[in-house]
């Protein structure tokens, strides 16, 4: 190496820092945006609202579903919190919002991961005969949420509908629940992807 290219060479790792630093938006909201997936709609047997989702979004963007003619009901799943079933909660939140109860199934349970929580509303789908479901979550959680559903019940046809998150804005880098929300969603998506 040259002399004077040796005095010189300090200067790439800072040139690659600066690159990084300046074009950070760029990757921070491709690695955001790779745990979205919105499918386009079809007419469905039912929607299915995930448990989670604690600002209500899942639950409305699910009795819109419904309201718009895209599924004849919503089974809403619910862990226990304080030992009565979130799902009660949340159907109570849309009757709130001026929502019929009637439109709303709670599907209350004990599951610690989405991969339990599959098995136990797939079971349910496959006693009421569905075939096609519409998944509700919020938008970080769909493509895990999706695969969870797909790799439990290879013959149902699922389409995932993503709620908007207010732990999940598109910066979300630049808040602190928003940096949460996607550093835990990636390590469950990799665990999940290893079988863990």
């Given at each position: 190496?040259?002399?004077?290219?040796?005095r010189f060479r300090w200067l790439i790792p800072l040139i690659?820092?600066?690159?990084v630093v300046?074009?950070?938006?760029?990757?921070?909201?491709?690695?955001?945006?790779?745990l979205v997936r919105n499918d386009p709609l079809f007419r469905a047997d039912a929607a299915v609202v995930?448990?989670?989702?604690?600002?209500?979004?899942?639950i409305l963007r699910a009795a819109e579903l419904?309201?718009?003619?895209?599924?004849?009901?919503?089974?809403?799943s619910g862990?226990?919190?304080?030992?009565?079933?979130e799902s009660d909660l949340a159907i109570e939140y849309a009757v709130s919002r001026g929502y019929p109860r009637q439109w709303f199934v709670g599907v209350p349970h004990r599951a610690r991961s989405t991969q339990e929580e599959a098995r136990i509303?797939?079971?349910?789908?496959?006693?009421?005969?569905?075939?096609?479901?519409?998944?509700?979550?919020?938008d970080y959680h769909t493509r895990r949420a999706l695969a969870c559903f797909r790799r439990e019940a290879p013959e149902l046809e699922f389409r995932v509908v993503g709620a908007a998150d207010e732990d999940f804005p598109a910066a979300w880098w630049m808040s602190r629940q928003g940096r949460k929300t996607v550093l835990l969603e990636w390590m469950k998506t990799i665990a999940w992807t290893l079988g863990l």
């Open positions: 190496m040259r002399p004077s290219a040796r690659l820092l600066a690159v300046w074009t950070h938006p760029l990757w921070l909201g491709l690695a955001g945006r790779l995930l448990a989670g989702g604690w600002q209500g979004n899942r419904v309201r718009d003619g895209w599924a004849p009901r919503v089974l809403v862990v226990y919190l304080y030992e009565r079933p509303l797939v079971a349910e789908l496959r006693r009421l005969a569905a075939r096609r479901v519409l998944l509700v979550t919020s």
